[in-house]
């Protein structure tokens, strides 16, 4: 049974699962799916072929599946398709995908997205990422599992945000940041790894040392790219941790901050 306040404006083609629970004033378009015990406060707005599992938080005044203003965009059917247990936090709009690309912009499970946060159509964010209050992420923009994007920080179209790296504070990137590795200022240098989140996450000492060493290659040793990838290849031979950084640099489309 879903707790509907009696405010609400739902469309009848909208799908609730049990325990939804719906605030006044908000507003759920057609096509919308809605997983069991997600909590949608007041003054949402949720439209598009939009599909959010369960047990999420959506605070008031966010806008979830909106057209996006790409001026490509000619009201063709996209779609944005959002996993469980996550926390979307006061005025956080997300855009659907366009045709240009997949035609869908996708949000992991266990996600923290902050107050103000904007995912513009076609990214893609994994698993347990924070988002700060106003980072942006523009058109086309890739997230990793268990990044961190800092409050401010501005993330240019098609950029890739590597796993368990963390931009700083109104960082603004045009280029993909690897995996693991912290990033700061405007524009953004890469500046060491994300040492404390992979303690915090259970990295032990001597696979954080690997992904040092692997940053002290691609970065503080003087090498080419490509001699530096032979070496990080060699080096996650004997540590595989390193081998996410590897692939993160090999990936990468706009090349990496370097």
């Not at 949402?44 to 005044?61: A, D, S």
Request: aromatic share 6%.
């Amino acid at each position: 049974m879903s707790l509907v306040d009696p405010r609400a404006i739902i469309d009848p083609s909208a799908v609730l699962g049990d325990g939804v629970q719906v605030g006044p004033w908000t507003v759920i378009g057609p096509d919308t799916v809605i997983g069991a015990g997600t909590v949608i406060h007041s003054h949402v707005v949720i439209r598009g072929l939009t599909t959010i599992g369960e047990n999420n938080r959506i605070f008031q005044f966010s806008t979830i599946g909106e057209d996006t203003p790409d001026l490509k965009y000619k009201g063709e059917a996209t779609r944005l398709e959002i996993g469980d247990n996550n926390t979307i936090r006061e005025g956080v709009t997300i855009h659907r995908g366009t045709i240009q690309d997949q035609g869908l912009t996708s949000i992991g499970s266990n996600n923290l997205l902050m107050a103000y946060v904007h995912i513009g159509h076609d990214c893609v964010v994994g698993d347990n990422c924070i988002l700060v209050n106003n980072a942006s992420l523009a058109g086309h923009v890739h997230v990793g599992d268990w990044a961190i994007i800092s409050g401010y920080a501005l993330i240019h179209q098609f950029v890739s945000i590597g796993a368990h790296s963390f931009t700083g504070a109104a960082a603004y990137l045009t280029q993909d940041l690897p995996a693991y590795v912290m990033a700061a200022g405007s524009p953004a240098e890469a500046k060491t790894i994300n040492a404390e989140g992979l303690k915090r996450r259970g990295f032990d000492r001597e696979a954080i040392a690997a992904i040092k060493q692997g940053f002290k290659i691609l970065y503080r040793q003087g090498y080419g790219l490509q001699e530096a990838i032979g070496l990080l290849e060699t080096l996650a031979r004997e540590q595989p941790t390193v081998k996410l950084l590897v692939d993160s640099v090999r990936a990468s489309s706009r090349g990496i901050l370097r």
